[in-house]
């Protein structure tokens, strides 16, 4: 399997050369993150994840999680790797002090999820979906509730979870059947299914607290109708857990992938549940967890995608196969490596160039997240428009190419790709899940489209695109990347114009909006990617010119900046044309008339 | 899981209508196979497959095959399913008449083989590898061994395998260690350890025929020191088998998927072998198999993308979830079902384009294996041209497109394709191998640009083009299709053009041909779908103008035609510009430097 080394070169280039955290801490008020602390904590989280949670990894996938009577056993390993997760204090890295949290910013606690994620994915689902909750009930609950919940789980004492999906729905939680009746103490007795809850029953916590989607017996239908819950496995009883709740898990699923990961059926059978915000806001409550969850589950394709370009370098290097095409390169051996062969290079290439440019996306998006605490009202407001024009695209496109990068990875791998202990083919099992849940690409795709770029009136879109817009002014005839400035330049130029377009055709026919989404989705993740790649090559070439030591690392970010705007920018030209043609080549083919 | 029901109408619509198989059996002697013996054929094989095999997928998927002390043992019922296949006279369906097989024409074989695969992917492993090694021994072996082997082979008695692969190479074969030795009695004494076996040990038959690749002792270095040699588990002796042979089964691997399917680990020590062929010609009669298992493999990408298909359009009638954006279409019901929702036709229509575009593919590619036994000798120069230009386009992109069918499909199903009950995601599982067994991808896609179209002078490729010509050409100005018939002449000129700049790089850099190889590989295949296409929707316009009774099917076909053309076809533009990028932005970043 491959062995996991965090890429701290890479994160603290992002970190420090493009993005200037340091800076951009000191406007939020979060001083205490000097670039000194901000090292220490990269790597003790480096050394934590490389030697704890990496090894699990493996024997997690194989081993899974065991059921037997509402009890849900880990795989072996995991629960003292929990509790050196807490221990560490990990859990309440940028979690709010007044609960016992060390309040340093998200952006850093999205730096250590990625290194937990591409150790261990599974592991990263339990601290992952807490940190949802607890998201949940610092935005939402009552003082009461947040000291009685948010410090426990801070400690990592109590996980949480989110639960929403039930047998009969996913995407449309207007039609959830969960019921909540309120009860003379003010309190809720909860009863229904919800399935596929992640982390719903374990045995690394004392206590686990459900949030959970539930209607009242009065409720408006659909949406509007929809309340949030606290249903704790256990209740509450001074500083720690007394009677056991009416919540048990009924089953596990048996899953392609992210195995050590208990994905639960739960029942709730009149279990106490404490209501969260406001009577039918549920939604909006659940909104705040899942769009942190949705930038955490665009992670994973990272994640994984790391993982994978890891494992495919080293075995490029190893592999001898066949003699480059241009003459024997190791004369000493009975072939040459395989990285000289430029089909490998192209798939090396391709993930390399995903990953670090997804990397730029996450934290650049982390960025803004961290800048919704800014004092500077303008700021805030600024940020959340371009948090709520990215989000989408960095849980879908992050996703879709995470799952690219761990197929490249295995192919790079030949046929030993394809067994099981390489460890490259669980790469590609454990993130084959990150493009279906948390809301699927297409709903992902319909709300950047629909809901976001659409319903402001290209409002959230041109905020972005501006933003492009400058760099690419401040840049045009620039000496070393003139005609990928132009390039980027022309391509945002046509997202306005395809954008107006699809406008214009979705307010004579609806359908015209969901026919172009998902390719208009990735076409802005392509675009996006550019514009980060471009920034990136940029500072690069500038340490080049200062005569930086590191000359290597930053070549290979011009190298792959090239590749990227020669190889894979292209790729907008084919999603532009899947948008061009409308919804019709869609939708004129009758339901019956799909199978024959 | 998905229910298999064998796609006839389409296969009739390729054999009948579009391919005219009947006309061309005749030209090759195989007046046998009238319309109404293949309809025949097709039913019961639709019948075994649907009824016997498609049944024992999931469970030979979760339960595996068992290795204990060299023996190997198949998932329950495979044994009892395989003694039927060979009871069923399939294996033999296509084979010559003077070793038992009923001498019907390769594409009827092939048709019968997607049967199978689509029903059951593991368990079609075993009668492939057998057919190949059946190829090999027909075309290279002497009249004894054809007695022999091909006589029992043909029963279903005995089954075959390739062995070509070792620890150290796969690709590679001219570096291969396995050993033989001539012995007094004419045998050669085989030694070695080969992997990734398929079908090298099972329970399946009386005896197993390795076909193995080896070197004499004074055997030149390279490809041109390899010789193939007969190694069967048990010596022949009467009718029957005597005498235990010195191969065994090491152990078997732990695989993503195709987990019913034994793949072995074989050593062999000192085993009784029997040449093939002649000495040092080994990989010219290994290559006649791989032809037939490239295609075969090609044919598993279509495979598990028509189950995909099947299962995710079912679903998606089904499953209710959301309203349409144009109105409620149905009322009665709490949401519609999902097949209402663009994006979900989006990925319902493009693994409907893929799959009936690889269909037509594989019959088309099929009726030119018939045509290799035409007693005209242009004829069979003729096919065996396109046969050198398609057969690598067949494997690599149809896998390709195989693994992106699947994945859709899963997608269809959101999180409950993530599950292993539905079945939808052991189809990824099970397509994933394809792109990378009997050549990676990577080595199909040099084999077409390097060595078949550079290597011929473009004439390889050319013999493919000028007959898409003549077609655009004849329907210039097409009343229904006109702008498809242009842009296929587009493409076909650009086609031309683009082979003729990397033709002229490559002369000064031969990493130009691998720079552009698989792009080039993926170009030709959605060039090549989109005129096989035209040709069907062409075919499907004028059975609607004459009134045909299937309106429905037609129509489907029209619908999915100007899909393709649409959304699917302009994915070219993207494969050109990575051609057209060359190979300096993936050679110029030094191996060291890949990694931080």
Chains 1, 2 share one sequence.
């Not at 539930?214 to 857990?241: H, M, R």
């Not at 003139?482 to 046509?494: G, M, P, T, V, Y």
């Not at 989404?517 to 200062?546: S, T």
Request: negative net charge.
């Amino acid at each position: 399997m491959p062995e996991y080394k965090a890429p701290l070169r890479d994160m603290r280039f992002l970190i420090d050369e493009v993005f200037d955290f340091t800076n951009s801490y000191a406007t939020i008020g979060a001083d205490d993150a000097t670039p000194d602390m901000v090292n220490a904590i990269l790597e003790e989280g480096a050394k934590f994840c490389e030697q704890v949670l990496a090894p699990l990894n493996r024997s997690g996938d194989e081993e899974g999680c065991h059921y037997e009577d509402t009890v849900v056993t880990t795989p072996k390993g995991f629960k003292e790797a929990f509790a050196q997760y807490a221990e560490g204090g990990w859990m309440g890295l940028a979690s709010d002090p007044a609960y016992g949290g060390q309040g340093l910013p998200h952006s850093l606690g999205l730096v250590i999820g990625e290194m937990v994620g591409s150790a261990n994915t599974s592991f990263g689902m339990y601290p992952g979906l807490t940190h949802g909750a607890m998201a949940a009930i610092s935005a939402h609950g009552s003082e009461a509730q947040k000291q009685t919940y948010l410090t426990r789980m801070t400690e990592g004492r109590w996980t949480g979870t989110m639960c929403l999906t039930e047998p009969h729905c996913g995407t449309d939680l207007g039609i959830i059947k969960t019921r909540a009746v309120p009860q003379a103490d003010g309190s809720y007795a909860v009863s229904g299914t919800k399935i596929f809850i992640s982390a719903g029953e374990h045995d690394l916590s004392e206590n686990i607290v459900h949030l959970v989607l539930a209607k009242l017996p009065d409720a408006p239908a659909g949406t509007k109708g929809i309340s949030l819950f606290i249903v704790p496995k256990f209740l509450p009883a001074g500083d720690g857990i007394g009677e056991r709740n009416g919540v048990s898990c009924g089953s596990i699923e048996h899953k392609m992938g992210i195995k050590a990961s208990a994905t639960c059926v739960m029942n709730f059978d009149e279990a106490k549940g404490f209501l969260i915000g406001e009577v039918n806001k549920g939604l909006n409550c659940m909104f705040t967890m899942m769009n942190h969850a949705r930038l955490g589950t665009g992670m994973q394709g990272l994640c994984n995608g790391e993982a994978s370009y890891q494992g495919a370098v080293k075995y490029a290097n190893e592999r001898l196969q066949m003699r480059s095409l241009t003459g024997v390169k190791a004369p000493d051996k009975p072939a040459d490596p395989i990285i000289v062969h430029p089909d490998v290079r192209r798939m090396l290439l391709t993930m390399k160039a995903f990953n670090e440019g997804n990397r730029a996306l996450a934290y650049f998006t982390a960025q803004l997240l961290d800048q919704l605490h800014s004092p500077d009202e303008s700021k805030r407001q600024e940020a959340e428009g371009l948090l709520a024009f990215l989000t989408p695209i960095c849980k879908a496109f992050m996703t879709e190419t995470g799952v690219e990068v761990t197929n490249h990875g295995m192919q790079v791998f030949g046929g030993h790709g394809y067994i099981r202990e390489w460890g490259m083919e669980q790469l590609v099992r454990d993130a084959r899940i990150a493009p279906i849940y948390e809301g699927t690409n297409g709903i992902q795709a319909l709300d950047l489209l629909g809901r976001k770029v659409l319903g402001s009136q290209g409002k959230l879109m041109l905020a972005f695109t501006k933003q492009v817009h400058r760099f690419c002014e401040a840049n045009t005839g620039h000496a070393d990347f003139a005609s990928q400035i132009a390039e980027l330049a022309r391509l945002n130029k046509q997202l306005g114009e395809v954008t107006a377009r699809i406008g214009m055709a979705a307010m004579k026919n609806p359908d015209e909006v969901g026919a172009a989404a998902l390719d208009y989705l990735m076409y802005c993740g392509y675009f996006i990617l550019g514009y980060l790649w471009l920034r990136m090559a940029m500072i690069a070439r500038e340490k080049i010119e200062q005569g930086a030591s590191e000359r290597g690392f930053y070549e290979a970010k011009l190298a792959t900046c090239d590749f990227y705007f020669k190889r894979l920018l292209p790729r907008t030209a084919a999603h532009l044309a899947a948008i061009e043609a409308g919804s019709e080549s869609l939708m004129k083919l009758p339901a019956e008339h799909f199978s024959a």
